[in-house]
């Protein structure tokens, strides 16, 4: 089957640093998703991992780990604007024209002055 | 990134009716579209996956019966929620892979939403 973890809510202040893991069980790992969704938007597309290692864009990193089922979302220099839902997902494999993402529960994440 | 346009954004609709939703992509061939629905402070779930020319597969749990889903074109896919009820009442969201052209299936665009009133 097919399971995804992350956490329900956090919270930081602006400036500051904050990660958000995501764990998963997947039986056909085709590459992992990290989205930004506003209230009532739909989701953006922040970062995308398939191999081993850190993806950097900007503010936003994300780290895979296959071996592991493990990835993070690493925000730096918080700021207001961040406070959004943050959705990982996971593409499971199921041939050509099937493969799907699979998202996780999502994380809550408020942003303080 | 490319661009996928869900039309309408928001509709209401009287229990016992039908409600059409479009999702186009409109700078790059969809093969595969998907349908999503969300509730409040929830995450995405799946609902089908539509293929261009052929029928959708549905997500354990979702009639096929009530969630009509037409691909009848590599732009546009539709989804029918037929005789309504309140508890139908959520935000539904599609998406549309391109597997030829520019992005390469590396990830999948997000039409805006459609929020479902149904009273």
């Known amino acids: 089957g097919q399971n995804i973890d992350q956490p329900t809510e956090m919270t930081a202040t602006e400036g500051a640093i904050v990660q958000i893991n995501c764990t998963y069980q997947?039986?056909?790992?085709?590459?992992l998703f990290w989205y930004q969704q506003h209230a009532g938007e739909a989701p953006t597309f922040l970062s995308y991992?398939?191999?081993?290692g850190l993806e950097e864009k900007g503010r936003f990193s994300s780290f895979l780990s296959r071996s592991k089922g493990y990835s993070y979302l690493l925000l730096k220099e918080l700021q207001m604007k961040d406070s959004a839902s943050y959705l990982c997902?996971?593409?499971?494999?199921?041939?050509?024209?099937?493969?799907?993402?699979?998202f996780g529960t999502g994380t809550r994440l408020q942003v303080f002055p | 990134g490319a661009v996928v346009s869900q039309h309408p954004s928001r509709v209401i609709c009287k229990s016992g009716t039908s409600v059409k939703i479009e999702c186009r992509s409109l700078?790059?061939?969809?093969?595969?579209m998907f349908w999503y629905r969300q509730f409040p402070k929830q995450s995405l779930m799946l609902m089908a996956t539509?293929?261009?020319?052929?029928?959708?597969?549905?997500e354990q749990g979702v009639e096929k019966d009530k969630f009509l889903i037409n691909h009848a074109s590599l732009t546009l896919s539709t989804l029918t929620v037929t005789s309504a009820h309140p508890e139908d009442s959520s935000f539904y969201i599609c998406?549309?892979?391109?597997?030829?052209?520019?992005?390469?299936?590396?990830?999948?665009?997000f039409g805006q939403g459609t929020r479902l009133t149904v009273v």
């Open positions: 991992n398939v191999l081993d």
């Open positions: 700078d790059f061939q969809a093969t595969t």
């Open positions: 997947t039986s056909g790992f085709n590459g």
């Open positions: 997902a996971v593409r499971d494999r199921g041939g050509y024209n099937t493969d799907k993402l699979i």
């Open positions: 539509s293929n261009e020319g052929s029928k959708a597969t549905y």
């Open positions: 998406s549309a892979r391109d597997h030829t052209g520019r992005y390469m299936n590396t990830e999948a665009f």
